[in-house]
């Protein structure tokens, strides 16, 4: 097991590009998510997969952003016209279980810091 | 939105002294977590609680879920300078995320 692995660990970027960011969770975990956090925030919730279905999205996801889980294993988020305020920490998290999933943990990884200039 | 509340936002210590952190809600949740996240990393889970009353001890930290399982309350016992991180509460109802809470930044000082 070696944990949830996020791919880059920095990513500088001008504006108005286009930005791609890989999770890979642990293998046996079935539920995938997507967080963003900024500089003295808590983690703010994107979107949830469970295998590869996306079954939630927050509202902070504009049409800009777009998140894909195409085997039900890596995930995928990009980030279309990268603006300043995307600038942020993208933090991946995976679980399992069949129940509720507030009952279960989450793996975080290490993120992905996000710098638009 | 946030939903959760925590305090104090910021904290400063010397080793060797307890303190408490607060998380509150005004809504009910199902279960509430507690992670520590250090600079440039992930958040660490450190407990879940899902009974109302709860009460769990890791070490030196003791977690108590609110009766109406509202709250939370994470306290250190002889905080040591490895305490030292952003303590994140996060509570989850029916659905399918966690709402984090604003987090309290610890420093424990040798």
């Known amino acids: 097991d070696t944990g949830v692995s996020q791919n880059p660990r920095h990513k500088i970027t001008k504006r108005g590009q286009n930005v791609t960011f890989r999770c890979d969770p642990i293998s046996e975990h079935n539920r995938l998510y997507w967080y963003r956090q900024t500089l003295g925030q808590g983690p703010e919730f994107l979107t949830y997969?469970?295998?590869?279905?996306?079954?939630?999205k927050s509202r902070l996801l504009s049409d800009r952003f777009s998140a894909e889980r195409p085997k039900g294993s890596f995930s995928t988020l990009e980030i279309q016209r990268t603006e300043q305020g995307d600038s942020a920490m993208y933090l991946c998290a995976s679980n399992t279980g069949t129940g509720a999933p507030g009952r279960y943990g989450y793996t975080f990884g290490s993120g992905t810091r996000l710098t638009v200039v | 939105t946030q939903l959760l509340e925590q305090s104090p936002q910021f904290l400063s210590i010397q080793e060797g002294e307890n303190l408490t952190v607060y998380c509150n809600s005004s809504s009910v949740f199902s279960s509430l977590q507690w992670y520590r996240q250090e600079p440039g990393e992930g958040p660490v889970l450190l407990v879940t609680?899902?009974?109302?009353?709860e009460v769990k001890k890791l070490k030196r930290l003791t977690f108590q879920f609110g009766d109406a399982r509202k709250d939370s309350s994470l306290h250190i016992t002889a905080a040591q300078p490895g305490d030292t991180g952003l303590y994140l509460c996060a509570g989850s109802n029916t659905g399918n995320q966690f709402y984090f809470g604003t987090g309290t930044s610890l420093t424990v000082i040798p």
């Open positions: 609680v899902v009974t109302g009353g």
């Open positions: 997969f469970q295998n590869e279905a996306q079954l939630e």
